[in-house]
Every structure is written in C-alpha cells, then in structure tokens.
C-alpha cells in the first residue's frame, strides 16, 4: 500500500501504545489516521520483546490506578475484539529479603489496599510452604496479588490492529519515520522513508525510540533505551500448574510459566543505555546461576529460546503522557518497563487528550513532559 500525502492523525510507533491509540481515535469517529511502524511487522519493537507481565502492585497512586483501569480492559479483551490474548492470573509473587524493602512494601500494600487491590502480605514461612520447589531460605516476606498476571503482547497488538483497520484507520510497516515538519510553530507532518505526509497532529508512541522523535521535533524527550534480555526453557514436567509469575526483588529475578516450561530473566544493574539488542552471553551465565540457585530444577532444563529487547526509561520510571511546547506534537511514551500491561488505557488517554483537550478517564497530567524541567518528578519503587 502507498503511502497517503496527508492525514488527520499519524502515529509513530506500531506497537501497543501506537495501536490502542489507533483504535480508540477511531472509534471516536476520527477519519484518516495513519499508523506508521519502522519494522515490517507490528508490535515487534519493544512490545514484542517483552516478558507480557500485568499486575496492579506498585508503589505509586498513578500507576495502581493505570493498572485498574488496563487490566480490566485486557480481561474484556478477547470477547470484545474476538482476539485470543491468553491472559493468565497467575499472581505476582515479589519476594522479599532485605529488610530495607519491608517497610517500603509495606507503604505499597497499604496503598493498594485504599485503591481496593487485594494485594496479600505473606511471611516467610507461608511463601516457603506454597513454593517447596524453591530455595527461599533467605525470604523474610512476601506479597501476592492472584490477579496479577501474563498477557500475550502480539495478540494484544493485533488486536488493536485488526480492529483500528476496520475503522479506517492506514496502518503501514516498514516505513520509518525520518523527520517531523515544523512550520510556524506548529507540527506539520513527517517525513519517512517512504515520503512525506502533512498532518495537523503527531503522536509519538516510539518508546525506547522516542527521544529520537523529539530530537526531530526540536523537543527534548528524556527516554533513553536500556537493554533486558530473558529466555524461555524447555518442558518442565515437575513444574506446579499453578506457578505464579514469581520476582526475586533484591536481584530484580523473575520466572513464570511459559507453555511447559519457564520464562526468566534478570534485569543487569550495571547495564549502559543504549540501542544494542544482541544477547549479553555473559550476563545470560549470571542469570542462569542465580535462577538455578533459585530453583534447582532449571538443572534440567534446556533453553528453547533467548531474547533481548529494550526498556525505555525516564528519570522518575514514570511514562509521559499528552502535549508537548511543539502545538500539536503529542506523546505517549517512557513506560520503563511496565508499558504493555499499561496500554490499553493509555490509548484511550490520548484520544481523550487529543479530542477533549482532558483526561476523562482518569487523570494523569501529573505525568507531564514538562514535569522534568518544573522538578515534578514521582518515583515509582517497584521497577524490575
């Protein structure tokens, strides 16, 4: 398909950010969006290399309620948009075995808790007794919420895609957007790889890319890309069927179940930021003895496959949502590692945004492009 020469609408970035906001600005009726994504297929970017976990536990008021707005929408998912997305509420299980954490998830629960998420705090005993196929000797506590859980990101992404096309909405791969039109002031298109198109709004939804975008706006974005990288096992018999998605927090650990076997990975602390999205052979030995001292049955298990992908990260690992100083220039961005469960929401936040002029659903001005220069920042504690 060629590219059109203008557009109500063009979103940069088709992974789940870009797609849910497609769809839900055409749902509200607006006519000519384009979608536009740099790789050949959607959703292959950062969404794609993602571990596919969704939960309500976290540490600030934003994101609980994020998470109670999203998660609900990804339950309806599948009978609303006939797509399968093999949403499993395994729980969350955040281990925990420093005592500099207690008191600090402690605040959490009890913050969950006023927002109405039955999060549970569980002791060292009672995590040891649900989990006897782990080594959790060093565990003090421990916290749960059963309807945390993992999610299919491809299936949540063509979902979107699917149903923003029947509305309309051009969704185009392999073009890759290489500068954005200013006049006066204003946003007035992009450029791409495969021509220009003028546009009186420009969302960008790029992610770990995102702060490239700005740079072509002439608007400073601070997202910057940091490489994670994970692998999937082969068939674990022995493994529980109810085994949940389980966080080892100090070493920033985690596994869940992932067809027959596991997926885990380990989040590298001296990690630079950066592009690169190869395999780190050497951290993938670190992990691989730190989870097999977790839970010794990873002995046995063979590697089916290993990817890396890219968190994009903002100082306060908070996403930015909404306007920019460019009339016209919007973003949706900067969910540092926890952005999937998180976009199903945020689409209908921009089309709220974009539309309205406010946020209807829920409010999330606070979370600002120009929180960073107004010193506005809101730290988020639970980041793996």
């Known amino acids: 398909m060629s590219i059109p020469s203008t557009a109500n609408v063009i979103i940069i970035g088709g992974g789940v950010m870009g797609a849910s906001t497609a769809y839900h600005l055409a749902e509200r009726g607006v006519k000519d969006v384009l979608l536009l994504e740099k790789e050949e297929f959607f959703g292959q970017g950062a969404t794609g290399r993602c571990a596919g976990g969704v939960r309500y536990q976290f540490a600030t008021d934003v994101n609980i309620r994020l998470s109670l707005e999203s998660l609900p929408m990804l339950e309806r998912f599948e009978e609303e948009f006939d797509q399968a997305i093999d949403y499993h509420q395994v729980g969350y299980l955040f281990l925990l075995t420093r005592e500099k954490d207690l008191e600090m998830f402690r605040q959490n629960v009890a913050l969950q808790h006023r927002l109405g998420v039955e999060t549970e705090w569980l002791t060292g005993d009672e995590v040891r007794e649900r989990l006897p196929l782990m080594n959790l000797d060093d565990v003090i506590a421990a916290t749960n919420n059963a309807k945390d859980g993992v999610v299919d990101p491809n299936g949540v992404v063509m979902g979107y895609i699917g149903a923003a096309q029947r509305l309309g909405v051009t969704a185009l791969g392999n073009v890759e957007v290489t500068d954005i039109r200013v006049e006066g ?200």
């Open 185 to 384: 002031g204003k946003v007035a298109g992009v450029v791409t790889s495969k021509g220009e198109v003028a546009a009186p709004t420009v969302v960008n939804a790029a992610g770990p890319w995102a702060g490239q975008i700005g740079q072509m706006a002439g608007v400073p974005i601070p997202i910057r890309p940091l490489r994670r990288q994970w692998l999937t096992t082969t068939p674990l018999p022995d493994l529980p069927p109810d085994f949940p998605f389980v966080i080892d927090f100090a070493q920033s650990l985690y596994f869940h179940p992932e067809g027959e076997g596991l997926l885990t990975g380990m989040s590298n602390p001296g990690e630079e930021y950066g592009f690169g999205q190869n395999i780190d052979p050497d951290w993938e030995i670190t992990h691989m003895e730190a989870a097999i001292k977790r839970l010794p049955m990873l002995q046995q298990a063979g590697l089916a496959s290993h990817l890396a992908g890219l968190y994009e990260v903002t100082p306060d690992a908070h996403p930015i949502y909404g306007p920019t100083p460019l009339d016209g220039f919007h973003v949706v961005a900067g969910f540092s590692g926890h952005g999937f469960m998180h976009g199903p929401v945020s689409g209908k936040l921009m089309a709220e945004i974009i539309l309205d002029g406010e946020y209807k659903t829920m409010d999330v001005s606070m979370l600002d492009l120009a929180r960073f220069d107004e010193d506005r920042l809101i730290h988020e504690y639970n980041v793996v």
